[in-house]
């Protein structure tokens, strides 16, 4: 993990009798950068589960809605592809927020994050490295379902750089997203426990939101408590960013709904996660 020095204790004779290591912890970046070469590792090792999650989840997914609800909704896939991918990719990406709790929770239910803690290294790297490597995930994801609705139709009416800011935006807001499972995976005693009970909170928050119906085709009072999810506000932001409408309002609420989340549940996780072991 970092380079050895070894220094020499001598007797009265000159002889040394006691070599002692030294070890240079490594910096905050190499910290990160290991755990992030770990977590891709596990997560090379279940490629099925990745393709499964992160590639056929998405398409299906896609598939489904587009040619299932396309005609009822706007009279024909072709028209309701415009209005449902950019939902679909906030769909995409939110349940993989997941693993970083699942991952976690993993960690200390075997033991190594007792390892960890005997260990010099900046100690938040090991949550830090995890969640920033699940960003790989989320790319996956992203691509996969823009690539499919490109294929069925879908049109992005921003510029090519609109469309850019708009996957920036959703690799954003899912790492956002992310510390929230992550502060449920520390205090969680089983993983299962840390997926069982994330999905029961995320199926509503993105069924309850307009990633797949116009929040403007609803009572006026379902309309508002829609608009007030944080996921379609995610939505409204990228559906802005994509057609080229985006404006500054839009983008600051989106990125301001990030915010408020990293704000919150990044610090108390480090601290939750640092203090385990002494509450």
Avoid at 54 to 66: G, N, T
Avoid at 149 to 159: D, I, M, T
């Amino acid at each position: 993990m970092s380079a050895n020095q070894h220094t020499a204790t001598a007797n009265k004779d000159g002889l040394p009798t006691v070599r002692r290591a030294v070890i240079d912890p490594p910096s905050i970046l190499t910290s990160i950068r290991i755990f992030m070469w770990r977590t891709w590792q596990h997560t090379k090792h279940n490629g099925f589960g990745l393709v499964m999650d992160a590639v056929l989840s998405p398409v299906l997914l896609l598939l489904i809605f587009s040619y299932l609800f396309g005609g009822a909704m706007a009279g024909s896939t072709g028209a309701y592809i415009q209005f449902l991918l950019p939902g679909i990719l906030i769909l995409t990406v939110v349940p993989m927020t997941v693993y970083s709790g699942t991952t976690i929770c993993s960690d200390i239910t075997k033991g190594v994050y007792n390892r960890f803690r005997t260990l010099p290294f900046w100690q938040p790297a090991s949550v830090i490295g995890s969640i920033l490597t699940d960003g790989l995930r989320y790319a996956a994801g992203v691509t996969a379902a823009l690539g499919t609705g490109v294929a069925l139709g879908f049109r992005p009416e921003g510029s090519a750089v609109q469309v850019l800011c708009a996957i920036a935006f959703i690799l954003l807001f899912a790492f956002s997203v992310s510390w929230i499972f992550a502060l449920v995976g520390v205090v969680a005693k089983r993983p299962e426990t840390v997926s069982g009970s994330s999905m029961i909170a995320i199926y509503p928050l993105l069924f309850a939101s307009s990633i797949l119906v116009d929040s403007s085709t609803m009572p006026k009072w379902t309309a508002t408590l829609i608009d007030l999810n944080p996921v379609s506000m995610a939505a409204t932001t990228v559906r802005a960013l994509m057609s080229g409408t985006a404006g500054p309002a839009v983008i600051m609420t989106g990125i301001g709904v990030c915010a408020l989340f990293m704000g919150i549940f990044a610090p108390l996780t480090l601290y939750l996660y640092q203090t385990k072991n002494e509450r």
